[in-house]
């Protein structure tokens, strides 16, 4: 199981970045799938999940508005399209799945089997 995130780098305030998260190993569309960040000296935070198919979209208030979680299960592919972004959105960004029937709260970490290796997201003001 492999989950590869993609897609981070250095923007200005008030730009847009796309993060990209393919997966490999597991069977995609039977995956519920989830964004969370980590700043420096804080804890990792859950951003956004989306279901299995694509009907169901969380969003943490934080970021409500202005980013966007979707998935193309042809591609194994989950994306975060970040708008208007703030320099307190700097973060090491990853990708999560996961393979539990049962989802439960969406911004656990313990609701996700497998984890990306992240992406760095710099916001510059």
């Known amino acids: 199981v492999q989950l590869q995130a993609s897609g981070g780098g250095l923007v200005q305030a008030e730009g847009s970045l796309r993060l990209s998260c393919a997966a490999s190993?597991?069977?995609?569309?039977?995956?519920?799938m989830g964004w969370f960040r980590q700043a420096p000296g804080k804890e990792r935070e859950s951003v956004a999940a989306?279901?299995?198919?694509?009907?169901?979209?969380y969003y943490a208030d934080s970021v409500k508005g202005r980013f966007v979680i979707t998935r193309e299960d042809a591609k194994n592919t989950v994306y975060l399209q970040m708008n208007n972004l703030k320099p307190e959105d700097t973060a090491v960004y990853y990708c999560?799945?996961?393979?539990?029937?049962?989802?439960?709260?969406?911004?656990?970490?313990?609701?996700?089997?497998?984890w990306g290796q992240g992406t760095q997201v710099t916001v510059s003001s």
């Open positions: 989306i279901n299995r198919n694509g009907g169901v979209r």
């Open positions: 999560a799945a996961s393979r539990y029937n049962s989802w439960g709260d969406w911004r656990s970490e313990n609701r996700y089997t497998d």
């Open positions: 190993g597991f069977t995609f569309r039977f995956m519920n």
